[in-house]
């Protein structure tokens, strides 16, 4: 394992080894100084990146600039090829490993970055807020409510910073920022209550469910050299490989994720849970349409989801892939007194206007400045774990094929020990919460 000298030039030591070297009147490079066109060390936020797939590669691996302070520090996969093509793209002072528990032994890194399928983002996450780093972790958050919640306890008590690679919140997929406007809008109480909110394929949302839909009856195939496939199972069941279980498709099966309802839904459900005023609590009743028996290992189609929470408010989706399709011309959103449309059309007109001068909801923070500031980041662990538990919530509902009652407090279902399996779900030995 290398150990160079841009390694060495860390957020955590740089204040002493400047000062050492103006003691010893050492030429300090100018990027380590700063100015105009450099960042100092002291800035950067540098990480690890553990999963580098698609996403991993898409959004979370830079490349180490010459002459700039490093950021990917090391990078780590189970996919040699992965791992390989992660390296390359770092290009510098970065160090690949293939266990990501070698990862959590650096104290060069401050960030842990978690692109790996979700059967491994409790596990993996858990242990690295426990050996202090700060998380930035690709959604859903968790497979299970279970893990959630030890997840989000461990959080909180070990001081950490949690970001959830969440979209919506911040304002992509809802457009002009509207977040934070819709935010205002519902808090003004021009639309009335209670509310219902529609995440459908006619509002302008793509659920994936066609896409990604696992296979029954998959034939075993001989395990490529390039993968160890053992560690990528980790937590999950032992099951005969096959191409379709693994990299980007793993998404239709139960063991890994929840097809495309877990691959989309934190990023469109989120702000939903936001602009209602729903981030400290859940739905209590969550009823499903969707093909029944569900099959035991690969995720199926459904068509339509709904919660209904304790005060009324209701959000549903449809999918708008099986089942029947919503109606053209419904609203977004809708009150006693007042509807928004997929273009932000309200009706009445003009609501928006009305509140544009309200006082700004509080701020969002960005996962760097998180973790420069130690406030909490705006997708932090809190409202990751509820937006995730819509997810999982919906999933159970579509498994089951029966409406379900949920108590948001205990997140347990009352009196449901079938539907209560799902919660928490045991892991294949050695890994365990």
């Not at 809802?174 to 219902?196: C, E, I, Q, R, W």
């Not at 997929?342 to 909801?361: C, I, K, N």
Request: charged fraction near 25%; aromatic fraction near 10%.
């Amino acid at each position: 394992m290398s150990k160079t000298a841009d390694k060495k030039i860390t957020r955590r030591k740089f204040i002493g080894a400047a000062a050492s070297s103006v003691a010893a009147f050492t030429i300090v490079p100018r990027h380590v100084l700063g100015g105009p066109g450099y960042t100092p060390p002291s800035e950067v936020v540098t990480r690890a990146v553990i999963g580098t797939g698609g996403m991993g590669m898409a959004g979370h691996v830079t490349t180490n600039k010459k002459g700039e302070p490093p950021v990917t520090l090391a990078v780590c996969d189970v996919d040699y090829e992965h791992l390989a093509a992660a390296m390359k793209k770092a290009e510098r002072a970065c160090d690949g490993y293939t266990d990501w528990r070698r990862v959590l032994d650096r104290k060069d890194i401050d960030t842990i970055h978690i692109a790996t399928p979700p059967h491994w983002h409790g596990l993996i996450g858990i242990a690295a807020v426990q050996a202090g780093f700060d998380v930035m972790e690709e959604k859903p958050f968790t497979r299970t409510i279970g893990e959630g919640r030890v997840y989000v306890d461990t959080v909180n008590r070990f001081g950490r910073i949690l970001q959830i690679n969440t979209h919506g919140r911040f304002g992509n997929y809802y457009h002009f920022g509207a977040s934070k406007m819709l935010k205002k809008l519902v808090d003004s109480g021009l639309l009335g209550n209670p509310l219902t909110v529609r995440v459908t394929r006619k509002q302008g949302f793509n659920w994936k469910i066609v896409m990604w839909s696992g296979r029954a009856n998959l034939n075993p195939q001989a395990i490529p050299a390039h993968l160890d496939y053992d560690m990528w199972l980790g937590p999950a069941p032992k099951k005969p490989y096959h191409p379709h279980r693994v990299h980007g498709s793993f998404r239709g099966y139960w063991d890994y994720d929840g097809g495309g309802l877990a691959d989309m839904g934190q990023h469109y459900l989120d702000p939903v849970q936001y602009f209602l005023g729903k981030d400290e609590t859940g739905p209590v009743r969550i009823s499903a349409e969707a093909p029944w028996p569900q099959h035991h290992d690969a995720v199926g189609l459904w068509g339509t989801v709904t919660f209904r929470y304790a005060d009324g408010d209701t959000i549903i989706l449809q999918s708008g892939e099986w089942g029947e399709e919503e109606p053209d011309g419904m609203p977004f959103m809708e009150g006693p007194t007042g509807k928004v449309y997929a273009s932000y059309r309200t009706d009445p007109p003009g609501l928006f206007e009305r509140v544009r001068d309200l006082p700004e909801p509080a701020p969002l923070f960005d996962f760097t400045t998180a973790v420069k500031t130690r406030e909490k980041a705006g997708g932090n662990e809190f409202t990751a774990h509820r937006s995730c538990t819509l997810v999982n919530l919906a999933n159970i509902a579509i498994r089951l094929g029966r409406t379900l009652k949920w108590d948001p407090e205990s997140e347990r279902f009352p009196d449901d020990e079938q539907a209560n399996r799902f919660v928490n779900q045991p892991m294949r030995a050695p890994w365990h919460l």
